[in-house]
């Protein structure tokens, strides 16, 4: 069983930064395109971040200039560092894996990490 694993959430006021970390064994990792994706009460899940299969890195209008997704390839991790953040960027934030076969693709998603922003 493929596992998901995210940290970093909690509580902050508005400007503060939060670095979010999702991690997913080595083998899936090496053939995933890797998102952040986050959800608030009442609204679709929206894709914040990630990386695309061609290595194309890609985020939601509201959130480039301060967010920055990285990757650590060998810890087969991911990371989304929140700078200057909003309230509006509060919810819950999910890491998905995209596994790329040769006939398929398989997703897979983490719980999610709360992330709180106060004004």
């Known amino acids: 069983q493929v596992q998901v694993a995210e940290s970093g959430g909690g509580s902050v006021q508005a400007g503060e930064s939060l670095r979010l970390s999702c991690k997913i064994s080595?083998?899936?990792?090496?053939?995933?395109?890797m998102f952040w994706y986050r959800q608030t009460p009442g609204k679709e899940r929206e894709r914040v971040a990630g990386f695309a299969a061609d290595g194309k890195v890609t985020y939601l209008d509201s959130v480039r200039g301060r967010f920055t997704i990285s990757r650590d390839d060998p810890q087969g991790a991911i990371y989304l560092q929140m700078n200057r953040l909003k309230p509006d960027d509060a919810g819950v934030y999910f890491c998905?894996?995209?596994?790329?076969?040769?006939?398929?693709?398989?997703?897979?998603w983490g719980l999610g990490t709360q992330v709180n922003v106060s004004s």
């Open positions: 998905n894996a995209i596994a790329i076969y040769s006939n398929y693709q398989q997703p897979y």
């Open positions: 080595k083998d899936v990792f090496n053939r995933s395109a």
